[in-house]
T-cell receptor
Framework: GQSLEQPSEVTAVEGAIVQINCTYQTSGFYGLSWYQQHDGGAPTFLSYNALDGLEETGRFSSFLSRSDSYGYLLLQELQMKDSASYFCAVREAKSGSARQLTFGSGTQLTVLP | KAGVTQTPRYLIKTRGQQVTLSCSPISGHRSVSWYQQTPGQGLQFLFEYFSETQRNKGNFPGRFSGRQFSNSRSEMNVSTLELGDSALYLC???FGTGYTEAFFGQGTRLTVV
């Protein structure tokens, strides 16, 4: 079985730093991804961690600890356009060689001026 | 190159009817996954197809089915529609079943009345 938990809502002010946590329970773990979705838009890929540690991509960073089944997305220098839903997703092994991408329920980030 | 194309964008059906949604993946991508998105529920995995074969299936009733054609285009079908099937149906394509990044279409907004 699998499950992912992340906060439903986070609010921060422009210019601040925010961290969105994600814990997961799954068998056959291959990696943790983060996706961003603006209202009315399609989810877009932000980052992927297969190994422990921090991955940095511009203002966004993602961290993974496989021993703790935990990861987070760190957003720095927040901008109004960062207001969106953020989903963590695990890539996990299913039948045979198939690897399913399973999403959490999402965190709604609101950036205030 | 063109992104993931889903048709139609919006659909209104009545209870008991059936519906077919279409997804054309990015050229060269052979994996297509389908997700149902409802408010507060995140993205619920429906199924994944790779090279015309269903690789994974989520916990949805048998009324939900899909298929993939030789050109990697995919369709999903929902029979005997229920009010609870109203949702945004998203399709995601990736090069292979184990690839880290999935590219999403804009989705089909299905309303069942």
């Amino acid at each position: 079985g699998q499950s992912l938990e992340q906060p439903s809502e986070v609010t921060a002010v422009e210019g601040a730093i925010v961290q969105i946590n994600c814990t997961y329970q799954t068998s056959g773990f291959y990696g943790l991804s983060w996706y961003q979705q603006h209202d009315g838009g399609a989810p877009t890929f932000l980052s992927y961690n297969a190994l422990d540690g921090l991955e940095e991509t511009g203002r966004f960073s993602s961290f993974l600890s496989r021993s703790d089944s935990y990861g987070y997305l760190l957003l720095q220098e927040l901008q109004m356009k960062d207001s969106a839903s953020y989903f963590c997703a695990v890539r996990e092994a299913k039948s045979g060689s198939a690897r399913q991408l399973t999403f959490g329920s999402g965190t709604q980030l609101t950036v205030l001026p | 190159k063109a992104g993931v194309t889903q048709t139609p964008r919006y659909l209104i059906k009545t209870r008991g009817q059936q519906v077919t949604l279409s997804c054309s993946p990015i050229s060269g991508h052979r994996s297509v996954s389908w997700y149902q998105q409802t408010p507060g529920q995140g993205l619920q995995f429906l199924f994944e197809y790779f090279s015309e074969t269903q690789r994974n299936k989520g916990n949805f009733p048998g009324r939900f089915s899909g298929r993939q054609f030789s050109n990697s285009r995919s369709e999903m079908n929902v029979s005997t529609l229920e009010l609870g099937d109203s949702a945004l149906y998203l399709c995601a394509s990736s090069f292979g079943t184990g690839y880290t990044e999935a590219f999403f279409g804009q989705g089909t907004r299905l309303t069942v009345v």
